[in-house]
């Protein structure tokens, strides 16, 4: 079943209901992000390296995303077709492939801890990375070839967000009451 993110959001299928498809062993396994996190399933798309920054960050960014599985989210989703991409920075016309927006974000964000604290951006401490995040999130700030890093973070807060608070679950952590137009079928589960 292919659904778009309006649906995605909309039937509250992020965080802790959403099932997609992960490849392990030869074969397909049903889990969450969280689940897949939890177990460790092999990133497909990114890098170690790349998944260190982006959950670093996107922790920074919205506590709870790294348990939450953004990294697994994000990685899963960068296999997509980009049609059926489920990730924000589609909506936001970014050209595909959307891996390479994502490791030119990170590299960006690599580049700039250097440049500032001489060390790589997963090993800054909480207050570097609060320096960080406020100069990648600063509208126009661009790479020297050009790389808009705001967007870049506007796309992964965007994405952190939707895996830990684009369902029901979330919503009740929010003590929000989940007003979808139609509601998920109860035990749905991809």
Known sequence: MTINRREFIKRGLGGATLALAFEIGGGSLLLTPQQARAQAVPLQQLTADEAAVLERLAEALL???AEAGVTHFID???GEDPGDCLLIAKYF???PPYRDFYRQGVAGCEQLAQEQFKQKAAKLNVAQLD???KMIGKP???TPEGYDLSLFYLCLRS???DVVYGTPEGFERLNVPYMA???PPEGWNG
């Open 63 to 65: 506590p709870g995303a």
């Open 76 to 78: 899963h989703q960068l």
């Open 93 to 95: 016309q970014v050209r």
């Open 131 to 133: 320096q960080l995040i």
């Open 140 to 142: 126009g700030t661009r």
């Open 159 to 161: 994405d952190a967000v």
């Open 181 to 183: 137009h139609i509601m």
